[in-house]
């Protein structure tokens, strides 16, 4: 493939998911942003969704040609453009075009950019106006949002398709799954051909999950509205004290389009957290936490307490203050600063009672914060000036990850959304965490979650079983309510264009085994 796309080939990757495409295509995007560091807007990053998007760093292919979703005149979209200067700068200057989730791509849309592409840019013979293309996803996945519930037409259906698609690439290791049980039980969900076998496999996972860390499962859910009940419901049941985290916005758009904007945003205008809340977190920090970590709230404290929570390694002559020993985390080095992650404080240790920082330095309360921790990195935080003025209660919060666990404070960060021509429209500065013991399928797509439950009961669409079904880390991680074979079909034009897919690639290494 890496030929391929040297060679300027337009290529589609794919492959089930857990595959590696979101990890290889961070790879694609930092070796060709290495490549045309002299020139970076020559590559232009987009996916269909925005939260898609905010994940490898791009935008939604909407903004980045400047379209009006469902406006299909293509007169009108090349004057529209030519109005939006910086959209029409990327339409002429672009040589590589990135395309994440392509499964949610409407054909239409696609035949739309391909027009778009040949008229707004330098005559050629090649299609897309020459663009190359780098495309992945899985059709398997979410479809593209219809109207009305209307039928799909996906991208590989559209004309432009063929022509534009030189190459297609098919990836086969799952990785995010480690049981090749569980795998194959996938595959078969994909191939709509359910065994026996798997039925009864499937209906065996409608036990109920027990951990004894306080984590539950997370319930995803088709409809936001169930998502928000289930999360409320949780919230009141515990007893502790509401900590309300008050996003403070801005930004430049109409009171009204920015309230919408704001109102879109996945972090929330008003956050409620209370101690032992189960929290998502929002953002991508490194590999071990990202955006779909899921964790629980320990306690409020301050960054200066926090910071001082900071040993690398744990300094001999500086042992918590008191006769408790620290409890043992996966990870005892502090955390390396990364330049995404400038809002976290990141391997907190806690004393044996699980959830208070340790003050390794002269730090005791939150009054004396202005004193420097003289043996605690303070991992991703902010300058200390900052952190003296900062004395606003932050969630600590205990992450599962891959490797363990993880205790780190967590902070406000920044969302923006900008408009075409790089405008700031709305700003939001908010904690980057939301209850997490229910989520939406929606919203689960590209993540990797420890520990699932769904009901299939709910499901209405075709994908949002798989997606759902496959965000698993593991069988012991996911509880499965009301199998029903009918409800995790693929759609039948999916099936179809794979099964040719995979014919014509066997053919090919068949003949390719024979020359
Ligand atoms: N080559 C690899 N070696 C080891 N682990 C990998 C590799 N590729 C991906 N992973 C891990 O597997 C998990 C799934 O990867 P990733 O999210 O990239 O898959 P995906 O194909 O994009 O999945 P989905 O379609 O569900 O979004 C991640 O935890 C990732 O770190």
Same mark, same amino acid.
């Given at each position: /493939?890496?030929?391929?796309?040297?060679?300027?080939?337009?290529?589609?990757?794919?492959?089930?998911?857990?595959?590696?495409?979101?990890?290889?295509?961070?790879?694609?995007?930092?070796?060709?942003?290495?490549?045309?560091?002299?020139?970076?807007?020559?590559?232009?990053?987009?996916?269909?969704?925005?939260?898609?998007? =905010?994940?490898?760093?791009? /935008?939604?292919?909407?903004?980045?040609?400047?379209?009006?979703?469902?406006?299909?005149?293509?007169?009108?979209?090349?004057?529209?453009?030519?109005?939006?200067?910086?959209?029409?700068?990327?339409?002429?200057?672009?040589?590589?075009?990135?395309?994440?989730?392509?499964?949610?791509?409407?054909?239409?849309?696609?035949?739309?950019?391909?027009?778009?592409?040949?008229?707004?840019?330098?005559?050629?013979?090649?299609?897309?106006?020459?663009?190359?293309?780098?495309?992945?996803?899985?059709?398997?996945?979410?479809?593209?949002?219809?109207?009305?519930?209307?039928?799909?037409?996906?991208?590989?259906?559209?004309?432009?398709?063929?022509?534009?698609?030189?190459?297609?690439?098919?990836?086969?290791?799952?990785?995010?799954?480690?049981?090749?049980?569980?795998?194959?039980?996938?595959?078969? /969900?994909?191939?709509?051909?359910?065994?026996?076998?798997?039925?009864?496999?499937?209906?065996?996972? =409608?036990?109920?999950?027990?951990?004894?860390?306080?984590?539950?499962?997370?319930?995803?859910?088709?409809?936001?509205?169930?998502?928000?009940?289930?999360?409320?419901?949780?919230?009141?049941?515990?007893?502790?004290?509401?900590?309300?985290?008050?996003?403070?916005?801005?930004?430049?758009?109409?009171?009204?389009?920015?309230?919408?904007?704001?109102?879109?945003?996945?972090?929330?205008?008003?956050?409620?957290?209370?101690?032992?809340?189960?929290?998502?977190?929002?953002?991508?920090?490194?590999?071990?936490?990202?955006?779909?970590?899921?964790?629980?709230?320990?306690?409020?404290?301050?960054?200066?307490?926090?910071?001082?929570?900071? =040993?690398?390694?744990?300094?001999?002559?500086?042992?918590?203050?008191?006769?408790?020993?620290?409890?043992?985390?996966?990870?005892?080095?502090?955390?390396?600063?990364?330049?995404?992650?400038?809002?976290?404080?990141?391997?907190?240790?806690?004393?044996?009672?699980?959830?208070?920082?340790?003050?390794?330095?002269?730090?005791?309360?939150?009054?004396?914060?202005?004193?420097?921790?003289?043996?605690?990195?303070?991992?991703?935080?902010?300058?200390?000036?900052?952190?003296?003025?900062?004395?606003?209660?932050?969630?600590?919060?205990?992450?599962?990850?891959?490797?363990?666990?993880?205790?780190?404070?967590?902070?406000?960060?920044?969302?923006?959304?900008?408009?075409?021509?790089?405008?700031?429209?709305?700003?939001?500065?908010?904690?980057?965490?939301?209850?997490?013991?229910?989520?939406?399928?929606?919203?689960?797509?590209?993540?990797?979650?420890?520990?699932?439950?769904?009901?299939?009961?709910?499901?209405?669409?075709?994908?949002?079983?798989?997606?759902?079904?496959?965000?698993?880390?593991?069988?012991?991680?996911?509880?499965?309510?009301?199998?029903?074979?009918?409800?995790?079909?693929?759609?039948?034009?999916?099936?179809?264009?794979?099964?040719?897919?995979?014919?014509?690639?066997?053919?090919?290494?068949?003949?390719?085994?024979?020359?």
């Amino acid at each position: /493939m890496v030929l391929e796309i040297e060679e300027e080939k337009s290529v589609f990757f794919t492959g089930s998911a857990g595959t590696g495409k979101s990890l290889l295509l961070r790879a694609i995007i930092n070796a060709l942003h290495k490549k045309h560091a002299k020139k970076p807007d020559v590559i232009s990053v987009t996916a269909s969704t925005g939260m898609a998007a =905010s994940n490898i760093g791009g /935008m939604t292919i909407h903004s980045w040609g400047a379209i009006t979703p469902g406006m299909h005149n293509i007169e009108k979209l090349i004057s529209y453009v030519k109005t939006c200067r910086p959209a029409h700068q990327r339409w002429k200057n672009t040589k590589v075009l990135i395309i994440d989730e392509i499964s949610m791509v409407d054909g239409k849309l696609f035949d739309t950019l391909a027009t778009l592409a040949d008229r707004l840019r330098k005559k050629t013979d090649k299609p897309f106006g020459g663009i190359q293309l780098l495309v992945t996803g899985d059709f398997f996945q979410l479809p593209p949002v219809t109207q009305a519930r209307q039928e799909p037409i996906f991208a590989f259906e559209s004309a432009a398709w063929a022509k534009c698609i030189d190459h297609i690439v098919i990836l086969k290791e799952v990785f995010r799954q480690k049981d090749s049980h569980f795998v194959d039980l996938l595959n078969e /969900m994909r191939k709509g051909t359910i065994s026996q076998q798997a039925r009864e496999t499937f209906k065996s996972l =409608s036990r109920p999950l027990t951990f004894n860390d306080g984590l539950l499962p997370t319930e995803l859910f088709p409809l936001r509205t169930e998502v928000e009940k289930s999360n409320a419901s949780r919230l009141k049941s515990l007893t502790g004290t509401s900590h309300f985290f008050v996003a403070r916005d801005s930004g430049s758009a109409p009171e009204d389009k920015k309230r919408r904007l704001l109102e879109n945003m996945v972090a929330q205008g008003k956050l409620e957290l209370k101690k032992d809340a189960q929290v998502m977190l929002i953002k991508n920090m490194d590999e071990n936490l990202v955006n779909g970590s899921v964790g629980r709230v320990l306690g409020f404290y301050t960054m200066a307490l926090a910071s001082a929570s900071v =040993s690398t390694p744990v300094p001999s002559s500086a042992g918590p203050s008191s006769s408790s020993k620290p409890k043992s985390t996966s990870q005892e080095t502090a955390a390396t600063s990364s330049s995404k992650a400038t809002t976290a404080i990141r391997n907190v240790q806690v004393l044996e009672d699980g959830h208070t920082p340790i003050e390794f330095s002269s730090i005791t309360s939150p009054e004396k914060e202005n004193a420097s921790p003289s043996n605690g990195t303070p991992g991703n935080a902010k300058p200390r000036s900052k952190a003296a003025k900062d004395d606003e209660l932050y969630p600590l919060v205990e992450f599962l990850t891959p490797q363990g666990k993880e205790i780190v404070l967590i902070m406000r960060d920044e969302f923006r959304v900008e408009d075409n021509e790089g405008k700031l429209l709305a700003r939001r500065v908010q904690v980057p965490l939301v209850l997490a013991w229910a989520m939406s399928i929606h919203k689960s797509q590209g993540q990797t979650i420890q520990r699932v439950k769904i009901d299939l009961g709910r499901v209405f669409e075709k994908g949002q079983s798989y997606v759902a079904l496959s965000r698993a880390a593991s069988l012991d991680g996911l509880q499965l309510l009301r199998f029903d074979p009918t409800k995790v079909a693929a759609h039948p034009k999916v099936i179809k264009w794979c099964r040719e897919l995979e014919a014509k690639e066997a053919a090919e290494a068949a003949g390719t085994a024979g020359q």
